[in-house]
């Protein structure tokens, strides 16, 4: 059966290190979220997530480029309700796509001065031929992952969901400081590359 791929951004590997690491600190466990948004990796972080000690805050660090929409939305879901809030999150340099839901699950959501968050619309790709029906599914699967989306942004920031979609539309790439207008982060760092 034809299977359609959902993606939110282009998947790039931004590093050959493994996606996923976990070092303990006084202040929080921390997580390195360094990988394309896929089953895989989501798998590894929500491992390593409850790896953690039971009470300690968990803070991860994410740079992506995206990836698969309808994993990063049931992670942060997922994520957000078991951890409790005791989740923080850190962009050094760029979040992109369905990653920004990663760094959504942050109750606090750092980001350093020059990192970015990008915003853009769905896109499939499929190199196969498709019936109209089936196109029309497909069709139907991008705009509840879109829409699905642009709700958890709202909830999580000061933006509508039309604005959000909006973002989206117009291929959005956000500084830190207008993440930070927007209620997307909650702070910005001094310093740039620095994990709070």
């Known amino acids: 059966m ?12 931004l590093l050959c290190t493994p996606p996923i690491n976990v ?33 300690e805050r968990i803070r991860v660090t994410v740079q992506s480029s995206g990836g698969l929409i309808d994993s990063a939305i049931f992670v942060h879901g997922y994520l957000t309700d078991s951890m409790g809030g005791k989740i923080d999150t850190h962009v050094a340099h760029s979040a992109e796509s369905s990653a920004v839901l990663l760094f959504l699950m942050g109750e606090r959501r750092s980001m350093s001065p020059n990192a970015t968050l990008l915003f853009h619309e769905n896109f499939m790709y499929n190199d196969e031929r498709v019936s109209t029906s089936e196109a029309r599914e ?11 989306f642009a709700r958890i942004v709202s909830q999580r920031s000061n933006l509508t969901i039309v604005e959000v979609l909006t973002l989206m539309r117009d291929h959005k790439r956000l500084s830190a400081a207008e993440a930070l207008d927007l209620g997307l982060a909650t702070r910005v760092t001094e310093q740039s590359n620095t994990v709070p």
Do not use: Q, R
């Open 23 to 55: 070092h303990a600190s006084e202040e929080a466990c921390d997580v390195l979220f360094m990988s394309d948004v896929n089953d895989d990796s989501l798998k590894l972080l929500i491992a390593d997530a409850k790896a953690c000690a039971p009470n």
């Open 138 to 148: 497909m069709h139907e699967g991008l705009t509840n992952a879109s829409l699905a």
């Open 2 to 13: 034809l299977k359609a791929l959902l993606y939110l951004g282009v998947v790039l590997v």
